[in-house]
């Protein structure tokens, strides 16, 4: 799927990312989504 507007850094990250195997990129994605957990401000009750 071809993205618009990226920079030649990004689109050599993103090829490098495609061409990981399922679950290389599914530890990714969980690495990923756990730093944007612990960085998130805490919310309020």
Same mark, same amino acid.
């Given at each position: 799927?071809?993205?618009?507007?990226?920079?030649?850094?990004?689109?050599?990250? &993103?090829?490098?990312?495609?061409? &990981?195997?399922?679950?290389?990129?599914? +530890?990714?994605?969980? &690495? !990923? !989504?756990?730093? +944007?957990?612990?960085?998130?401000?805490?919310? &309020?009750?």
């Amino acid at each position: 799927m071809p993205i618009d507007n990226l920079s030649v850094i990004e689109e050599k990250i &993103l090829g490098n990312y495609r061409v &990981l195997g399922k679950d290389d990129q599914d +530890a990714i994605r969980r &690495l !990923t !989504t756990t730093i +944007a957990e612990l960085s998130a401000p805490e919310k &309020l009750p």
